[in-house]
């Protein structure tokens, strides 16, 4: 993976230091907290519900064990001995003080990691592919761009204050397992006619209050004018993305307003100025920085497991991806037990978890937008001893893409800007489909839940998704269907009026009797809704 | 009442230009493309900076307002003036504060006359945060990819 030089460490030890004069004054009370604001949410820091959350940046979802191991640390040292794995492949703390939050990102930077334009009206966090690097159906590892991007888009002098918030994906296989076409801009990595590798460019997607599906804008970008595209695609969404509300302000109203096709012409006629600007990096920064993503010293091996303990080998089953070496895998980590937290780690478990990537991961884990960690290189012959120590720590779960892998935003159980709880809601409804044994009927079955109407619980692209919502000071929960974030891009619709706590726990019950029930041969949940559609489902419902 | 706009020399609490300071009132980007003689201009942020560019050569000054220092297009518009040639003094105006400089700076800023005037102390500090930049921009300055592979700022055409 991906080594800071002087000049990456430089960059990031400047930012600390900035940050630890912004926080002197606004201690100090030279800034005020109006001001203070917009500069700490860009080192990552938001005042919360009970207390500042610190959210840390895992550049395109990758990291290696001495990191894993100092986030376990700072969880122990700063916070309340666990943290929150994100839908941007990040890690969240939820009871930092501002008087510590200099040390941390100190502590951060001496692991190369850092809180870099994890929040704020910049260029977040680039999310990727978690199997990048290792799965089967790659073209190419799409992190080396990725990387080249995060470059570019650290500190950028011009788009620091943008309309809002701005969140870009790169991928590089058809297989999406990244959510690409629901960022503000998707970039696939592609082969054209002539074999050439380049970039494929989506703008204007996301969640949200007004979830939108990115329409492509350019077939093919050279990778010798990628960076330049991208800051074309930046500057007209600058200049031109709305600000007289927050609510529409993201690229994806900008592309929707415009047009797609008026947008494109404007980004075109951007970019061929551009062209003459000079601001590509020379061709040979990708070059350098492809090696640190050179496969390991992969070795043949068994590629078969010994399927005897049916327990072990429904976790195989379930929780490991097929790899481009026939004799490893990637191995899922679920941080989803039964009753659990969706996401949360404790301490102790990260510390583990960077044991198991050193000893046999090749050093390296992911983060997954579904909020699981990955060991992306895994020889099979090694599963089993792996599968007992995460059974042993309770990480053994073995219900990758099933009901119980719920995507869940923190809710209002942490989050200034929820209506509706989702933990407690995730943690129900996996006790009860654990318990009567339908989570195993019933396959994969994506389901998202937002505790409000900005999304981050992804419930718009959930095969069900539930969107907590305040009606006249209860929490009511509406349901929906259909949506997806991989390949096939859909957004889910509203089945109806919505429901209490217990009602949505039934609802769900109700809508995967109708799938169990009306299901064809190798169906997923997904499948069926699309094939009979909503009235079924709604008669079951409300009928 | 275009005569009322724009800020004085004395507002102007950093400059990095040797030059006469230009003591003109500004006038607004409409008045500038109508008045033939105008040599000093405020851009607002819903200006399009390129609607100056015919008149480059006769203007001493471009004033860039930021109305409120969350609203960035006056970062776009100064880019767009350096990329496309202009040499004299480019301006931030309004709510200019410390942690906006450094960036400010780069995308072409050469003067600053903030509405609240600036520690010295804080504000040199903030000019110096980044020994080094990742990206290309319009003050030339050599990135780190041009560093780590020694080749030099392309020229812009």
């Not at chain 2, 400059?15 to 008045?35: G, K, L, P, Y």
Request: hydrophobic letters at 35%; proline letters at 4%.
């Amino acid at each position: 993976m991906y080594k800071y030089d002087q000049y990456d460490q430089a960059m990031v030890d400047a930012r600390v230091a900035e940050f630890r004069d912004q926080a002197r004054r606004r201690l100090e009370g030279s800034l005020s907290e109006d001001e203070f604001k917009p500069l700490r949410l860009m080192n990552g820091l938001y005042l919360q519900l009970h207390a500042y959350m610190l959210r840390v940046a895992i550049p395109y979802g990758t990291l290696n064990s001495e990191q894993m191991h100092a986030l376990g640390d700072i969880a122990d040292k700063y916070d309340r001995g666990y943290g929150h794995f994100t839908t941007r492949q990040n890690l969240q703390y939820n009871w930092i003080k501002l008087e510590d939050a200099a040390d941390i990102l100190a502590d951060l930077s001496k692991v190369e990691m850092h809180a870099i334009q994890t929040s704020g009206n910049c260029i977040r966090n680039i999310s990727s592919d978690h199997f990048a690097g290792a799965s089967a159906d790659e073209l190419v590892d799409p992190r080396p761009y990725a990387e080249l991007m995060r470059q570019w888009s650290s500190f950028h002098p011009e788009f620091t204050y943008l309309p809002r918030k701005f969140k870009i994906c790169v991928i590089a296989s058809e297989k999406d397992r990244a959510a690409m076409r629901l960022h503000d801009i998707g970039v696939q990595i592609v082969k054209n006619d002539e074999g050439e590798i380049g970039a494929r460019f989506y703008a204007g997607g996301g969640m949200g209050r007004t979830p939108m599906i990115a329409p492509m804008i350019r077939d093919f970008v050279p990778l010798d004018q990628l960076i330049t595209y991208a800051e074309a695609c930046l500057r007209v969404y600058n200049r031109y993305g709305r600000r007289d509300n927050k609510y529409k302000a993201r690229i994806k109203i900008l592309v929707h307003e415009l047009g797609r096709d008026e947008y494109v012409r404007q980004v075109e006629e951007e970019f061929a100025h551009m062209l003459d600007q000079g601001v590509e990096p020379p061709r040979e920064e990708l070059e350098r920085i492809k090696p640190f993503f050179a496969d390991p010293d992969f070795e043949d091996g068994p590629k078969h497991v010994d399927r005897s303990d049916p327990d072990f080998a429904l976790w195989v089953d379930r929780n490991t991806n097929r790899h481009k070496h026939d004799a490893y895998v990637s191995a899922v980590i679920s941080l989803k037990p039964v009753g659990g937290i969706p996401g949360d780690a404790t301490g102790d478990q990260m510390r583990l978890m960077a044991k198991l990537a050193k000893q046999y991961s090749f050093d390296e884990l992911r983060i997954m937008h579904t909020q699981n960690v990955v060991l992306p290189h895994v020889k099979i012959a090694d599963l089993h001893a792996l599968w007992t120590q995460l059974e042993a720590a309770g990480l053994g779960a073995p219900n990758m893409d099933s009901i119980e892998d719920m995507i869940a935003c923190p809710g209002l159980d942490y989050c200034s800007l929820a209506n509706a709880r989702s933990i407690p809601l995730a943690q129900r409804i996996s006790e009860r489909f654990d318990a009567s044994g339908k989570t195993e009927k019933l396959g994969e079955l994506k389901l998202k839940i937002s505790g409000c109407i900005n999304a981050c619980g992804h419930h718009h692209a959930g095969h069900i998704g539930i969107l907590g919502v305040d009606k006249k000071g209860l929490e009511n929960y509406q349901l929906s269907l259909g949506g997806s974030e991989a390949e096939d891009t859909s957004l889910a619709k509203i089945t109806g009026p919505g429901f209490t706590e217990d009602g949505v726990i039934e609802a769900i019950d109700t809508v995967t009797d109708v799938y169990l029930q009306s299901r064809e041969d190798g169906e997923r949940f997904l499948d069926t809704y699309r094939r009979i559609g909503m009235t079924p489902f709604k008669e079951a419902l409300y009928g | 009442m275009d005569n009322v706009l724009g800020t004085s020399p004395d507002d102007v609490q950093f400059r990095f230009r040797d030059d006469e300071v230009v003591d003109h009132a500004a006038v607004t980007v409409d008045s500038c493309c109508d008045q033939t003689n105008a040599t000093a201009v405020r851009i607002e942020p819903g200006d399009d900076a390129r609607v100056l560019l015919p008149f480059l050569d006769r203007l001493a000054l471009i004033e860039v307002n930021f109305p409120s220092f969350g609203d960035g297009r006056g970062y776009s518009s100064a880019r767009i003036l350096r990329e496309a040639g202009f040499t004299g003094e480019l301006r931030a105006v309004g709510d200019v504060g410390i942690d906006q400089l450094s960036h400010m700076r780069r995308c072409g800023f050469d003067a600053f006359a903030p509405d609240k005037p600036l520690n010295e102390e804080d504000a040199t500090r903030a000019f110096a945060t980044w020994e080094n930049v990742y990206q290309a921009s319009v003050d030339n300055r050599r990135t780190i990819p041009q560093i780590r592979h020694g080749v030099n700022p392309k020229a812009r055409s």
